[in-house]
Nanobody, 125 residues
């Protein structure tokens, strides 16, 4: 049974940092795309960042987080991370980790096959 478990969320002041982790179990995701999405109250789930490894790290970011967030992965630990710096109140949301059975990095939620339960990130002004 595949499980993705997120951790690292919490309450932080604007300008602060948080590091989210997503530990996968049940199968290895080496060679598969993994990503982060978020959903704020009353809004649709939106893409944040995605990563795969193709000789070198291949990453994509939403324009709203580019330059502030960094996605990385540790294949040995089957874990993906999201370092979030210079946080803004508009980053407040539940953050979800996702993993794909495919290798192509994608921003489309429907292309991901496995999802975590989410971790709350709240940024106060």
């Amino acid at each position: 049974q595949v499980q993705l478990v997120e951790s690292g969320g919490g309450l932080v002041q604007a300008g602060g940092s948080l590091r989210l982790s997503c530990a996968a179990s049940g199968r290895t995701f080496v060679g598969n795309a993994m990503g982060w999405f978020r959903q704020a109250p009353g809004k649709e789930r939106e893409f944040v960042a995605t990563i795969n490894w193709g000789g070198g790290a291949v990453t994509r970011y939403a324009d709203s987080v580019k330059g502030r967030f960094t996605i990385s992965r540790d294949n040995a630990k089957n874990t993906v991370y999201l370092q979030m710096d210079s946080l803004k109140p508009e980053d407040t949301a539940v953050y979800y980790c996702a993993a794909s059975k495919g290798s192509v990095v994608t921003t489309t939620p429907g292309r991901y096959d496995y999802w975590g339960q989410g971790t709350q990130v709240t940024v106060s002004s």
